[in-house]
């Protein structure tokens, strides 16, 4: 850690009372006590901004009902925030990125980076050019025992890979519960703010998941969105057929409409040497069957954990991690980048990773052919290729 | 049980020393007393035949080599048997079951129950002409939480069903065990013997279970056939993705190269008022969750078990009962038939209920649909209709 | 298997219709089809004895209703029982065992072998006398994972021994269901009948489990038994700590008041180099721990399974066995050395073994000690030497 | 929540660099933004005092050495701390308490609160007289489901409580790796420092787990305590049976020494209509099954989810919460108390509750009890009255 000069200054837009992620994500960065939250412009209603950010001990005159003026004014500041957690609705995204990127603050984002791979080419290039943090906060990636998946896939130990199963599961939409005014459900099932159903809110985390862990490029893809929910605007179940380019087969499964799945994302990688099996509501635990040879539960910081699990671990083994704690490594590796960007600091770990604005690219094209796939019938196509 | 005249005389074709599924159907056969073997042509090969029989206790005279003269000679017989158990190689299926059809003998087949349709339909139609019995021992139907779920899918404890995962996972076939001369994985991934391999061997298993619990019509599927594991000549892991007639969506997996998983059948039910899951590993325990309530563990003769499993349970709640019992059960089920169709015998329990020559048919249209699919490339097809 | 000279011919004494135990050694006797049941004594009641005898096929003949003119009589027919199968209630065991030894007839006993030490000291004189098998039915050593955990022990994978937690759970009595009638219940909880509740039902086998996998002699024990539901006559609560001879420490705890459970026997064991957990609702899987490593699951046929546990096992991993295939491999071992006493037989599996009469005296000590510690109030007590 | 008029100002004694719980107590004061660490004595050895207190940000005239000197000068102080977290070695405990407590300091202790009940009473005293704050900081009892589980038996779900079964097991002591240095061991594993080993350190968790779920005075206990470790100084096993006042029955196990197990603290309470069973390990899950109604699995606000447990959960169900958060739920609770205590502060939440100072007392009670009962060779003893 290297807070010596001061904890990171943080602002944020979106995130207001009663939303859920804004308030995980102000979780995650104080966890590790690395950043401080300093600005927001939590609402673009002014009067709940500010019984907002007062609530959260920010300062009057850094609580901002707009977020250009927020962009403006932090970055006049000598005080300025050095970086922006982005938690709007999804389809806001893209401009405020690119209003924080232009006033030259880092930008820390949530998923789906965009609602269109065009607006996602964009701020890429954006950030090829003026070099700054971009982070996407696909948080399952950055629990303790996906890490050591991810070794475990790259350091061979799986051998070749053949199948991956990967699925998001939940019951939450599975009553229309939209139509009631649930507020998470209203914007989450309404097309033009969400870019996408449950493709979108958590088909993408698991395409995310497979994608990080095992680092296998699909070559094509066959999909079915439905809506299952009568009356529903959008898709609430996903299933998508995965060839990978290595020869590899799988299959993705996202749905909202399961009963007994609170938020079941789960996945299980099979290579040539061994599967690996990884589920978030056991986070500490990855079952890993050698071939040929027992299965083993390795357990974070038990026994048999490899340092890009370790690094990540902060109380000892049987004591649970959770999700909070999952996305507050996603902050402290962002820090770790931040820190090392002010001037005279020393270089950051070089372990540190977080998905990045070129991640959220290919996860924004992976759900544009999904939706592709889709509407054509379900069809083969390829990520990144027009449909 | 209606075992007083005498236990159900038994035969069976193939089976003989060295196999796996001939010893599980005696196991089952035996496990309640309601059968007794009395005949078998259990090799082609003449002295393992005889080996096999002598080792069975069957007497010399009812050892046969050859299955025709096996149909011809027990017919014949006043005391020659009822019914025939087909556990060969499945190209034989067909020939066999007809042997003992016209030679007015019932006959129980392992499945699948032929290797092409045009096989499976004539058989039904010797079938309807004759009116023996012909059952297929698609055993995990017969298991009693199988037949919880079944029940109250069709009570409507679910509501209309939405989702359908079912998934069957093996790790036997992980490496090319067959170029070794493994027996079990020479004949199964044969082409030529088995009429396709995960497929034909586990996919038919996993998709009779789906729609032994749920009823549902598969209005298309779309599946791709892969060969996972090098220079093998046969496909090793299956996908499918499945449109049901009722709008539902469904998706199969069936692999045998998954490191980690023995016979790992498993499905899971989702409905608008609720979801299931039961998994053949641990087979005494259904998963029950009514959409806003906890989920419940329902087991096997414990509180909530409904009448279509409680009849099937031999001990109480918590002694496990297994693959061999459930098997066992489909041998009780067809017991029950096969006495109720002795001359004078009373009606058998309505409830009694087994996979018979139609649902033979219909699982080999299935598996032809798939291959079709994988074929054509992944396209949508329905099953039983020309690919 | 050696049955080429024919099946053992096996007779019953107890077992009944209606009888749950009796039933269970039925399907343990014939799964392996190595004994044929020929001659029982199953009720006392002759009307009902003969009713159960005609629908278990036996010759009438052959259906008694007193035990000793079945003892007199079969043991002078050529073709009389070899074996005779005891499943009375408790208090019966021993006058009935005696009836058959005296006639030359092995004896396969339920547990606990008899309801006085007294009375099992003279049926161990009686048996080093005559030389007769006398089998004992702890049904739970004779999981395959339990033999496996036996031979780990044995090899000195798990170093030395230093914790053993066993319990047995159930939750059928936590009512005075006794008091309306119901039979199990009524004579279980009879004290004349049954010569203990829960330790002599359940806490015997608890006692055993830990017995037989580990070895450890029981240098002292401190007990409670309780009756904890209102108006019962028996316990219904054990409750013991256990110091062995080596060092180790001990923990017994068996229940039938405890609701959520089953027949929830489980072990637990320590050594200096790693545990062991095993549980036979789910009997197939043992979690395996060597100090330092990942926990393993060691399954039933899958890798890792040592010869004690593979000798066992009837069909692939992951095919569950469950608690009649456990009694009948006790049926299976008892058979192999009853095959090996007719003349001119080969030796049996020198891996076979069974409880005897020997440790069925060691179980009725270990009853014992427990009652009479806690009717001292806890006080700490050896097994075996007056209380 | 009530931090309007700022966070509370929180010191610290213990806690330097490379501790354990000092950085836990850091993560649960920080996670909801209520405290703001200000002040520490976070070693005796003034060097690491400055270098620990200045890598978390604290002014450099408010770390000491001493925590007399802290006590003195912050009570002095107008920005002063409102409240000190002890997180010494045990025997500190007192002597630190009682320094703050005199300065009119409020307290937060870690457990066992002292070394002896001598103590333990005179700080219960001083306490009773000057009407500060003392919570104790057994933080398994702040967990969701564990309130959710004191709460049902509050509620009379369970029926009369029959049998209580709590353990805590681990295994980093399985090796005497306090001969080595390790510096957790070996002051954990020193009778001077630590007061007790297993029964003082997980064995006073595992109390304490019961007596707050379960309400139930302990009217007599007989302990082992075991050094199963050749060489070690100090209990590593404990084996309690409990007699409850109201006539239930108990065990409780604590182990250092098991392998396989990280922090397996779980409990079992079963009552005359129904058993509840919950584990640290997989803390957002509680199983409850009503007598003769399955197994129900409650998950951490999921449906069933009862107020005393909804309250304390910060993100939707599925996504664990754990260890920290835990720790976090009862820093919470104390925060309520502290913002209420301040002038014209609205009451505290009635529902916020943490263990006091007379629990600590009650805690250090039963140690004592198992350690006199132990050192006797298993006598029967009440604690609280003389050994």
Redesign the interface.
């Known amino acids: 850690m290297s807070?010596a000069s001061g904890?990171i200054r943080l602002g944020m837009v979106g995130g207001g009372e009663g939303g859920?992620i804004g308030?995980?994500h102000?979780?995650a960065a104080?966890?590790d006590?690395q950043f401080e939250l300093v600005a927001g412009a939590l609402s673009s209603n002014p009067e709940k901004a500010l019984r907002s950010g007062l609530a959260l001990?920010l300062a009057a005159d850094r609580i901002y009902a707009d977020y250009r003026d927020m962009a403006r004014a932090e970055s006049a500041r000598p005080d300025g925030i050095e970086a922006v957690s982005i938690v709007t609705p999804n389809h806001l995204h893209a401009p405020v990125a690119r209003a924080f990127l232009d006033a030259g603050i880092h930008v820390i984002c949530d998923k789906p980076v965009t609602t269109t791979s065009a607006d996602a080419r964009a701020l890429c290039e954006l950030v090829r050019k003026n070099g700054l943090l971009f982070a996407v906060t696909h948080n399952y990636s950055a629990n303790a025992m996906v890490r050591q998946a991810r070794q475990m896939v790259q350091e061979g130990q799986l051998g070749e890979l053949?199948?991956v199963?990967v699925e998001y599961v939940?019951?939450?939409l599975?009553?229309p519960i939209e139509l009631d005014g649930q507020k998470q459900a209203a914007w989450r099932t309404d097309p033009a703010q969400s870019g996408g159903g449950a493709i979108g809110d958590i088909g993408s985390h698991a395409w995310q998941l497979a994608d990080f862990i095992t680092g296998l490029d699909i070559e094509s893809l066959?999909a079915?969105l439905?809506s299952?929910?009568p009356g529903r605007r959008i898709d609430d179940?996903v299933?998508v057929?995965l060839?990978y380019a290595n020869?590899?087969?799988g299959?993705l499964?996202a749905?909202q409409?399961?009963?007994?799945?609170?938020?079941?994302l789960s996945i299980?990688v099979?290579?040539?040497?061994?599967?690996l099996?990884w589920r978030?509501?056991?986070?500490?635990v990855l079952?890993?069957?050698?071939?040929?040879?027992?299965?083993?539960?390795?357990?974070r910081n038990?026994?048999?954990t490899l340092p890009a699990a370790a690094r990540l671990a902060?109380?000892?083994?049987?004591?649970?991690?959770?999700?909070?704690?999952a996305f507050g490594n996603l902050y402290r590796e962002i820090a770790a980048s931040l820190f090392a960007r002010r001037p005279g600091s020393v270089p950051a770990d070089p372990a540190a990773e977080f998905p990045d604005v070129e991640d959220g690219l290919r996860g924004v094209q992976f759900i544009e052919a999904v939706q592709a796939s889709s509407r054509a019938?379900?069809v083969?196509l390829k990520p990144g290729e027009p449909g």
Chains 1, 2, 3, 4 share one sequence.
Not at 270 to 275: F, I, L, Q, T, V
Not at 287 to 299: D, K
């Open positions: 807070r904890r859920f308030a995980v102000r979780y104080r966890i006590d001990g053949r199948v199963q939940q019951d939450w599975a009553e066959c079915e439905s299952l929910v179940n299933q057929m060839r020869g590899a087969r299959s499964w749905s409409v399961a009963p007994g799945h609170g938020n079941d299980r099979y290579g040539s040497k061994g599967g099996h978030q509501e056991q986070p500490d079952h890993w069957t050698p071939l040929g040879e027992p299965t083993r539960l390795i357990s038990g026994a048999g902060r109380i000892p083994g049987g004591h649970p991690e959770g999700y909070l704690e019938g379900g083969w």
